[in-house]
Structures are given as structure tokens and as C-alpha cells.
């Protein structure tokens, strides 16, 4: 093949599309794998980056001093050959699998015995033109002669036979065997859950995917078309689109940022990020948002920031709250966290923005009924107009209960 013949968009992944080698698989990293071209001496490099893997032709490049003549960004695709694998091996297609098992089983026997006849034949065949050579007479040397060569080709023709017979019988012992069979209907079982065990190594997921599968060869054309040929023999083609550009794969989907321009009116930076992790959307390339990630968004999207937009709203700083009310910014922290005013937190930090005081709601005092303001000077709640009525309202508590006021203060019953 010309050295460039990779161009026409022909890949051949010689151990797994998951970028397995026996090098990966004995240390368990994931460096690049080595693997072939189809027709072509050259070889293609995977390598795992820190977001998604890559698969590559760049040993012209290397020897060379060219760029890569082609690439596939690889993160869909070892996806699908991973889920190819799980369906592969599911209860049902096992059965599937041992049905067609059972029908070669039963026509590797028919065949066997239609040979061990042709064995027989042959050996009967062989047996009488020995029969037939010692009764000849020696002195006729011609007729011993001819009789002597027949012998001698039924006798090839018998080994012959006999070597194909056992040839056929050693290809054939490749057929399951009922424990063999019980064995492959629990890998359905085993396989899925090691596979989506997140305890489970790379290494081992390699090792895994190199018992299963041959090769896959990829066609890079409109669309990316996977060839995955089994270890049996099996093809499965899987088609997936073609991968995205670098700047696409980072780029956030319009609508999520709609959403997140939206949330911002009522939550956090960290909230935020919880509550589309939690409808499952993703930042690109990214498994999960985070709050860097949203001050990364709305950076780059010039989204207005919740501080000001609450500020907008006519909220008010720490200090301005404390002005307003007339006291120390320590007593309107303290206020806030008995839950005496209303605090917004605009930040992760938990910093707050304080709605602005309005009028003081007024109550009717309980002793005489004079109209006073729910809350004093300090923001406790009130039920006197004073320490008169105050006063006044315990006395009348005590002498209700029996109590007898005397010099020095009130006196049990």
C-alpha cells in the first residue's frame, strides 16, 4: 500500500477498538496501543488524553516529519463497541448462540458419520486388494506387479482417509459441552456487572474486550462505519456520525445556557450546577458542571451575575441594612440569623443581600390597648406599649393565681 493510503479513510484496530494491547493490559495505563492497518504495513497509535481517546495514523508522520494524515476521536465509539459487547452476551443472544450451537453439534455428527463410512469403505477396498495380491501367483510377475501397485494406492487411499477423518474430528471438538454451555449462560450475567462496576480497572475492561473481540476496522467516510469481528469469526458493523470538532465538543448548548441565565434569578452558582447535573446535562466535554464551570459560562457569556441582579431589585448591602435600621452591622447579622429580617444569599460564601425595611407593622398594646410597633428598637417582638403595662399585666398574672404581694415581693399561697 502507498504511504498514503490511510486517506482513503481505512482503519484496522488489530487487538480492540478500546485500546488494547498486551502492553496496556499489563500495566493497566492508558498509554497508546499499537495496532494495524488493513493491507498496509503502517500502524495506528490510541491515545488516551485526559477527556476522550483518540485513534490516529501518524508512523508516516513520525518518519516522516508529517502531521497525522487522519483521526478519529474515539469517545462514542469505544461507548459503542462497550454496549456491542453487553448486548452481545445478553441471555437471549447466548441462547440464540447455543441453538446454533446445537444445530452444528447435530450436523458435525451426521458429517462424521458420513466419513468414518468413507473410512470404511476405503479400508474394505484396501483389505480385499490385499486379499487379492497374495493370491497370485509369484511366478507371474506381471499380474503380481499390478496387483502389488493396486495394493499399495488403497493403502495411501486408507490413511489418506483416516488423517481427514481425524482432522475433521479435531476440528469438530471445538463444540460446547454441557458444562461448557452452563458456563457461557452465567458469562451473561457476570460480564454485564463487572462491566459497569465502577471498582472495575481499565486493565480488566481490557482484558475483557481482547477475549471477545478480533479486530475492528473503521471507514471513515460520511459517517464512521465499525466493523467488529468477533473471535468466532462473527462481523457486527455499527454506524455512528462522525465525531464533532474539538471547538464543538467544548461548546455548550445554547439552550442549557438559556436555562442557567434563568436559574440564576433564584439560586447560587453551586445550586445551579447541582440542578443540571441532576437532569443530566453535561458541559461539553466535561462528566459534571461545578461552580467553576458556571463562573467559566457566565463569563464567557457576559450572563449578569446574581448580586446584581438582586442589587437591581433594590436589595441592600450589609452595610446599608444596618444604616437604615439604625444599628451596628453586627446586630443585623445576629437579627438574621434568629430569622427577625429577611437575608437573600447571592454567593457560595453565603454572603446576603438584605431586602429594605419597610413600615413597621403596628399592634394594639395588650394592657391598654395603645397602637405600638410589633418589634422595639432592637427587633424583639412585643405585646406592651411599655414597662408600665408590662408591670402591671405580671401583677394582675399573680393575684389571678393566688399570689399575695407582701414587702419584699409575692408570697405562695
Known sequence: MAPNAL?????????????????????????????????????????????????????????????????????GLDRAVGDLLIETVSPLGLEVALSVQDELRARAEEADRLRRQQVERARYEAELAQRRYLRVDPDNSLVADSLEAERNNKQRALTAAQEDYQRQRDDDSGLLSEEQRQQVLALATDLPRLWHDPATPRRERKRMVRLLIEDVTLLNTDEVVAHVRFRGGAVHALRLPRPRPAVQLHRVDPAVVVE??????????????????????????????????????????????????????????LEEMAAALGVQVSTVKNRAARGQIVSVVYNDKGLCLYPPPGEALMICCDRCGKRVPERAAHGQRRKYCGVTCRTAAYASRRRAAGWVRVRNGWQRP
Not at 8 to 33: C, D, E, H, K, Y
Not at 298 to 308: A, F, I
Request: aromatic fraction near 4%.
Open 7 to 75: 486517506r482513503q479513510g481505512t482503519f484496522l484496530i488489530g487487538v480492540a477498538v478500546l485500546a488494547v494491547s498486551r502492553s496496556t493490559a499489563r500495566s493497566g495505563s492508558g498509554s497508546p496501543a499499537r495496532v494495524l492497518v488493513e493491507h498496509a504495513t503502517q500502524a495506528i497509535a490510541a491515545s488516551h488524553g485526559q477527556l476522550l481517546p483518540e485513534y490516529r495514523c501518524q508512523r508516516d508522520g513520525i518518519e516522516h516529519a508529517e502531521p497525522p494524515c487522519q483521526r478519529i476521536v474515539g469517545g
Open 260 to 317: 442557567i441565565d434563568h436559574l440564576l434569578d433564584a439560586h447560587t452558582d453551586r445550586e445551579i450546577a447541582d440542578i443540571l447535573n441532576s437532569r443530566g446535562l453535561q458541559p461539553g466535554v466535561a462528566d459534571r458542571f461545578s461552580p467553576w464551570i458556571m463562573w467559566k459560562l457566565r463569563s464567557k457569556h457576559r450572563l449578569e451575575d446574581r448580586r446584581s441582579r438582586m442589587r437591581r431589585q433594590g436589595l441592600l448591602t
